[in-house]
Every structure is written in structure tokens, then in C-alpha cells.
């Protein structure tokens, strides 16, 4: 497969999970409703952003390739926590959605989600995992953020909005008062994803080698 339909498909996957990610964004019931979870929104809402977290990863590598300072110890690191951030929370997005309800069904009165998930809710366990995200994922997309913004070959806007949509949806999810900043910051976030995923795979996209260095590609649009 050459490098440019390479770039492509990575970029389309992108894409998707930045389109996937807003969706989701746009009908997520608050998880400080204790009705939430009866709502008919709650599993779909729990698919769409758990396809997004599956196909980040993979999109992520065509990232990575188009960055000039791949041995950044900082950008390593930031792919390394957000692909593991983001595949971890394809289970914490599984259990939210179906074991979840499941278990608020069996309640005498209707919970929350974020009643279940403290130190003495019945799935403890499931706040456990919502723990890669907050200590791999969220940085890890920040220090992406940082890389496409320092690195200035894809778009920085689309940086910026990375790592501001990212901390705008994690304190939605955290702040019970601020949940509203979930609905905006996902959609933030999401359209940062789809921003470089079509950079990516613009169609005037061109393969070219760094002046800095013959090793790493860079992607620019033209």
C-alpha cells in the first residue's frame, strides 16, 4: 500500500471517529441523572463513543507519521497514553452503556450513573476504568494537541482544538455543574478529529519528505 493511500484511510478513519464522537456529544444524557439511565439515548450514545475510542487509535498513526519529532520523548508519550487511554476506554463506554442500566434496573430507586461508579456504588469497578482516562487518555490528547500545534504541519487550529475540547468534556464528565461543557466540548473535540483526519486524507494531499530530515513524511495541503 503506498504512503499517500496509506494516509488516506487513516485520515477517513479519523474523520469518522471525530463525526462519531460528536453525535454522541449531542445526545449524551447527564450522568448525574438519575434517570439517565432509562433514557432511550443512554445505549446508543454509549455505542457511538465507543466505535469513536476503537477507531482513534488507528486513525492516530497517521499522526504520528506526519510529525517531524517523532523521538520527542513528550509526543511519544502523548500517542502512547492516548492509544491505550482510548482502547481501555472502549470497555469503561461497554459497561456505562449496557451493565449500567442493567444494574440501576435491579435498584430500588433510580441512581446515577456517577453514584454507581463512586468508591461504594455497586460497579466501583467500572470508575476503576474510567481511571485510564483520566490519567492516560486526557493527557495523552493534550500532548497530541502540543505536537500537531508545535510541529505545524497539519493544521494547529485543529491542535488547539484538541486539547481544549478534550479538558472541556473530561470536567463536563467529572463537575456535575458543568455537564453542559460535555455536549460543547465533545462537539470541540470531535471536530478536531475530523479536522485532521482531512488533512490527511485531502485529495491535493502530497507525500513529501522533511526538510529537516529524509526519515519523517510530512503532509501538506495545497
Same mark, same amino acid.
Given at each position: 500500500? &503506498?504512503?499517500?493511500?496509506?494516509?488516506?484511510?487513516?485520515?477517513?478513519?479519523?474523520?469518522?471517529?471525530?463525526?462519531?464522537?460528536?453525535?454522541?456529544?449531542?445526545?449524551?444524557? &447527564?450522568?448525574?441523572?438519575?434517570?439517565?439511565?432509562?433514557?432511550?439515548?443512554?445505549?446508543?450514545?454509549?455505542?457511538?463513543?465507543?466505535?469513536?475510542?476503537?477507531? %482513534?487509535?488507528?486513525?492516530?498513526?497517521?499522526?504520528?507519521?506526519?510529525?517531524?519529532?517523532?523521538?520527542?520523548?513528550?509526543?511519544?508519550? =502523548?500517542?502512547?497514553?492516548?492509544?491505550?487511554?482510548?482502547?481501555?476506554?472502549?470497555?469503561?463506554?461497554?459497561?456505562?452503556?449496557?451493565?449500567?442500566?442493567?444494574?440501576?434496573?435491579?435498584?430500588?430507586?433510580?441512581?446515577?450513573?456517577?453514584?454507581?461508579?463512586?468508591?461504594?456504588?455497586?460497579?466501583?469497578?467500572?470508575?476503576?476504568?474510567?481511571?485510564?482516562?483520566?490519567?492516560?487518555?486526557?493527557?495523552?490528547?493534550?500532548?497530541?494537541?502540543?505536537?500537531?500545534?508545535?510541529?505545524?504541519?497539519?493544521?494547529?487550529?485543529?491542535?488547539?482544538?484538541?486539547?481544549?475540547?478534550?479538558?472541556?468534556?473530561?470536567?463536563?464528565?467529572?463537575?456535575?455543574?458543568?455537564?453542559?461543557?460535555?455536549? %460543547?466540548?465533545?462537539?470541540?473535540?470531535?471536530?478536531?478529529?475530523?479536522?485532521? =483526519?482531512?488533512?490527511?486524507?485531502? &485529495?491535493?494531499?502530497?507525500?513529501?519528505? &522533511?526538510?529537516?530530515?529524509?526519515?519523517?513524511?510530512?503532509?501538506?495541503?495545497?
Amino acid at each position: 500500500m &503506498s504512503s499517500h493511500v496509506s494516509y488516506s484511510w487513516r485520515g477517513l478513519i479519523l474523520f469518522a471517529a471525530g463525526i462519531l464522537w460528536i453525535a454522541s456529544s449531542l445526545i449524551h444524557p &447527564s450522568d448525574f441523572d438519575p434517570f439517565a439511565l432509562f433514557n432511550p439515548f443512554w445505549i446508543p450514545t454509549a455505542i457511538l463513543i465507543a466505535l469513536a475510542y476503537l477507531l %482513534i487509535p488507528f486513525g492516530l498513526i497517521g499522526i504520528q507519521r506526519t510529525l517531524i519529532d517523532q523521538k520527542s520523548k513528550l509526543t511519544r508519550i =502523548g500517542f502512547i497514553f492516548t492509544i491505550i487511554g482510548s482502547l481501555s476506554s472502549v470497555l469503561t463506554s461497554l459497561a456505562f452503556g449496557f451493565v449500567a442500566p442493567h444494574v440501576a434496573r435491579q435498584l430500588t430507586t433510580p441512581t446515577a450513573l456517577f453514584d454507581l461508579i463512586k468508591p461504594d456504588g455497586q460497579l466501583m469497578w467500572a470508575g476503576l476504568l474510567l481511571s485510564t482516562y483520566i490519567l492516560l487518555f486526557l493527557p495523552g490528547c493534550i500532548l497530541v494537541g502540543r505536537a500537531v500545534i508545535v510541529e505545524s504541519v497539519l493544521p494547529q487550529s485543529a491542535g488547539w482544538l484538541l486539547t481544549i475540547g478534550v479538558v472541556m468534556f473530561s470536567l463536563g464528565r467529572i463537575v456535575p455543574q458543568l455537564f453542559i461543557l460535555t455536549s %460543547i466540548g465533545g462537539v470541540v473535540f470531535g471536530i478536531a478529529w475530523s479536522w485532521l =483526519g482531512y488533512a490527511l486524507c485531502l &485529495s491535493k494531499a502530497k507525500v513529501v519528505h &522533511s526538510s529537516k530530515s529524509k526519515d519523517y513524511p510530512q503532509i501538506k495541503t495545497s
